[in-house]
């Protein structure tokens, strides 16, 4: 798989354990302004600390190839889409 974005392959970044374990697509994006982590979502309601995974941004690729089309988003903007082939739609963090 490609690899787009500007961070090192090794960046650190959050994902829930439903992505993680194949359980669920990625759904939402973040990438925070205060401290520029990448997180990649579900995009349900319904996590906790324990659903919390770091792994690195190449492992995230791996997962789904289609976050290289957030590759340039920049701080303190997110993106989030209905389903697994949808467009991404951008919004600003709050």
């Not at 340039?72 to 963090?93: D, H, N, Q, V």
Request: net charge negative; charged share 25%.
């Amino acid at each position: 798989m490609t690899y787009k974005f500007n961070e090192p392959e090794n960046t650190a970044c959050f994902v829930c354990s439903h992505v993680l374990h194949h359980e669920r697509p990625i759904l939402q994006v973040t990438h925070d302004e205060e401290d520029g982590f990448w997180q990649f979502l579900c995009g349900r309601d319904d996590h906790n600390e324990s659903n919390a995974n770091i792994i690195a941004l190449r492992q995230v690729v791996a997962l789904d190839g289609s976050v290289n089309d957030l590759a340039e988003m920049p701080l303190g903007i997110g993106a989030g889409r209905e389903t697994e082939t949808s467009i991404w739609e951008y919004f600003k963090l709050e």
